[in-house]
């Protein structure tokens, strides 16, 4: 587990200020279907390497953020604030 | 007539802890303590901030993206706190916090080894100056750390938990 996550608001932080929700996938559209609503909800990949996923910072400043890390060398790429996540993708 | 009486004690009802040649640790006036939040996309500026505090340094205090605590040690009667609370108009919402958190200050030469004996955020000069802020933790305790001077900081903390930071406080400084 990456033991020092650098939140793009607070600075460098032990991850025990930090609540883990999970990866960080995209919610399907309202109507995607059975099938896109069901991944979705129930599957998840277990992968060897990079991965996203949703942090919050519970003890700090209490935003949500996407952490990139390496499950094999606990690396951490890149934490950015959810908000700027989700505004990249709607436009 | 009330059944009961209701009668305000503080807090932290303990004489300063300590002297200031080495660590002091001091439960501050229980003043007011506004908390304000930005609506959604709004940018405040930091006069509209500095109109909100009581003109002594470090009363307005940085919190999260959009969000600041202003402090002091004058508690508002009700009529300053709504005067306060509109004058941001639409740009954020106040909400009073006076009841709901309290200050405890540590300062003197050894007042950055006793924050680093429970916290994990980096106190150095060079990283957090003078009127730097971080919200963390002090052991399992949620605080938010102004940095008021060279050897002086303060420490804001939910009224409930503030007994067992003091307590915490209390103990680690018994090793300075």
């Known amino acids: 587990m990456a033991s020092l996550i650098r939140c793009p ?63 094999r060398t606990h690396e951490t790429y890149g934490v950015r604030d959810a908000a700027a996540v989700a505004g990249e993708s709607r436009s | 007539m009330p059944e009961f009486a209701l009668v305000s004690r503080p807090a932290l009802p303990h004489s300063p802890v300590g002297d200031a040649s080495r660590v002091r640790i001091e439960a501050l006036p229980e003043g007011h303590v506004l908390h304000v939040l930005a609506a959604g996309g709004r940018d405040i500026t930091p006069e509209q901030l500095a109109s909100l505090g009581d003109g002594t340094a470090h009363a307005v205090r940085r919190y999260a993206p959009g969000q600041w605590f202003v402090v002091g040690n004058e508690a508002l009667g009700s009529k300053e706190y709504r005067e306060k609370a509109a004058r941001l108009g639409a740009d954020a919402a106040v909400s009073d916090q006076s009841h709901g958190r309290v200050r405890v200050a540590v300062s003197g030469s050894g007042a950055r080894s006793l924050l680093a004996k429970g916290c ?57």
């Open chain 1, 9 to 71: 608001h607070c600075g460098a932080r032990p991850k025990e200020e930090f609540t883990i929700r999970g990866a960080a996938v995209t919610r399907p559209q309202p109507d995607a279907g059975e099938d896109a609503w069901y991944a979705y909800v129930y599957l998840r990949d277990n992968p060897m390497g990079p991965f996203d996923e949703y942090w919050h910072h519970t003890s700090g400043c209490r935003r949500w953020l996407v952490v990139s890390r390496d499950t």
């Open chain 2, 120 to 176: 994990a955020v980096d106190f150095s000069p060079s990283v957090f100056a003078v009127g730097a802020t971080a919200a963390t933790l002090y052991n399992h305790i949620g605080i938010h750390v102004t940095r008021t001077a060279e050897d002086g900081f303060e420490l804001l903390v939910l009224r409930s938990f503030a007994q067992s930071l003091w307590e915490d406080l209390s103990v680690n400084h018994g090793e300075h």
